[in-house]
C-alpha cells in the first residue's frame, strides 16, 4: 500500500509542474551610473540609455503642426 499512495504524490507533482515554469538563470542586464536632474545617483539599464539615444529628435516644424497655434487657425 505504501508504493500506491508514493506513486499517486509523484504523478501530482509531474502534473503540478506542468504549470509552474522552470527557473530560468535572469542574468542581470548591464547597468549605467546616471544623475538625475536633482542630482541622486540612478543605475539604469544600457540598453534603455541606447534605445533612447538612438530616437530621432522633432524638429520646430512638427512641434508648430503638432500644437494648437493660434497662427495656423487664422490660415
Same mark, same amino acid.
Given at each position: 500500500? +505504501?508504493?500506491?499512495?508514493?506513486? !499517486?504524490?509523484?504523478?501530482?507533482?509531474?502534473?503540478? $509542474? #506542468?504549470?509552474?515554469?522552470?527557473? &530560468?538563470?535572469? &542574468?542581470?542586464?548591464?547597468?549605467?551610473?546616471? #544623475?538625475?536632474?536633482? +542630482?541622486? #545617483? /540612478? %543605475?539604469?539599464?544600457?540598453?534603455?540609455? %541606447?534605445?533612447?539615444?538612438?530616437?530621432?529628435? /522633432?524638429? !520646430?516644424?512638427?512641434? #508648430?503642426?503638432?500644437m494648437?497655434?493660434?497662427s495656423? &487657425?487664422? $490660415?
Amino acid at each position: 500500500m +505504501g508504493n500506491i499512495k508514493n506513486t !499517486n504524490d509523484n504523478s501530482r507533482r509531474k502534473f503540478l $509542474s #506542468l504549470f509552474v515554469p522552470p527557473e &530560468e538563470k535572469k &542574468e542581470k542586464p548591464e547597468m549605467i551610473k546616471m #544623475l538625475t536632474a536633482d +542630482g541622486k #545617483l /540612478v %543605475e539604469v539599464e544600457k540598453s534603455v540609455v %541606447e534605445a533612447a539615444s538612438t530616437k530621432q529628435k /522633432v524638429t !520646430n516644424k512638427e512641434i #508648430l503642426a503638432w500644437m494648437k497655434n493660434p497662427s495656423k &487657425e487664422n $490660415s
